[in-house]
T-cell receptor
Framework: GQSLEQPSEVTAVEGAIVQINCTYQ??????LSWYQQHDGGAPTFLSYNALDGLEETGRFSSFLSRSDSYGYLLLQELQMKDSASYFCAVRDTGGFKTIFGAGTRLFVKA | EAGVAQSPRYKIIEKRQSVAFWCNPI?????LYWYQQILGQGPKLLIQFQNNGVVDDSQLPKDRFSAERLKGVDSTLKIQPAKLEDSAVYLC??????????????FGQGTRLTVV
């Protein structure tokens, strides 16, 4: 079967750095994506890793280790507006199907 | 660039009634997805189309759910008859046919369905 594990909740203070981990177990793997979703809003794409290593996009970075079936999303210089749910998603072999994790709810405190 | 359009935004129906949702993907996007998102959970893929062909519908409850994508553009998702556990947000998303690293899916605002 296919499963993705990520923490259900994370709390951090404004200006801090937070890391959201994701481990996956899938029958095939092509890449790991991260999406952000504010309450009542649509998921929006943040990043995608197909190869091992770190991808940086502004305050957000994403890391992948294919040998460990593990990735993380790193958010730096946290702002109140970063309070949202963050989902990791695995793209299966062939790139046709994307499976989402249950999501991590991030609370940013002043 | 116009985004993924969905309608209606909200729908309240009684159990055993029927309901249909509509989605218009971003122009040029060959892949269209329908996801079900229950409150507090991640999106669950119901069905995925490539143009007007079904790529995956393994998690679609086919006894009550149906979906079609006419002419490879707009899509409708229907539930008949609805059950209380169908209360969720139904998200439509689209993306280019995967080539290389282009994997971003664009989501619509969703339809919030409440079955009472």
């Amino acid at each position: 079967g296919q499963s993705l594990e990520q923490p259900s909740e994370v709390t951090a203070v404004e200006g801090a750095i937070v890391q959201i981990n994701c481990t996956y177990q899938t029958s095939g793997f092509y890449g790991l994506s991260w999406y952000q979703q504010h309450d009542g809003g649509a998921p929006t794409f943040l990043s995608y890793n197909a190869l091992d290593g770190l991808e940086e996009t502004g305050r957000f970075s994403s890391f992948l280790s294919r040998s460990d079936s593990y990735g993380y999303l790193l958010l730096q210089e946290l702002q109140m507006k970063d309070s949202a749910s963050y989902f990791c998603a695995v793209r299966d072999t062939g790139g046709f199907k994307t499976i989402f994790g249950a999501g991590t709810r991030l609370f940013v405190k002043a | 660039e116009a985004g993924v359009a969905q309608s209606p935004r909200y729908k309240i129906i009684e159990k055993r009634q029927s309901v249909a949702f509509w989605c218009n993907p971003i122009s040029g996007h060959a892949t269209l997805y329908w996801y079900q998102q229950i409150l507090g959970q991640g999106p669950k893929l119901l069905i995925q189309f490539q143009n007007n062909g079904v790529v995956d519908d393994s998690q679609l409850p086919k006894d009550r759910f149906s979906a079609e994508r006419l002419k490879g553009v707009d899509s409708t998702l229907k539930i008949q008859p609805a059950k209380l556990e169908d209360s969720a947000v139904y998200l439509c998303a689209s993306s280019f046919i995967w080539t290389g690293m282009n994997t971003e899916a664009f989501f619509g605002q969703g339809t919030r369905l409440t079955v009472v």
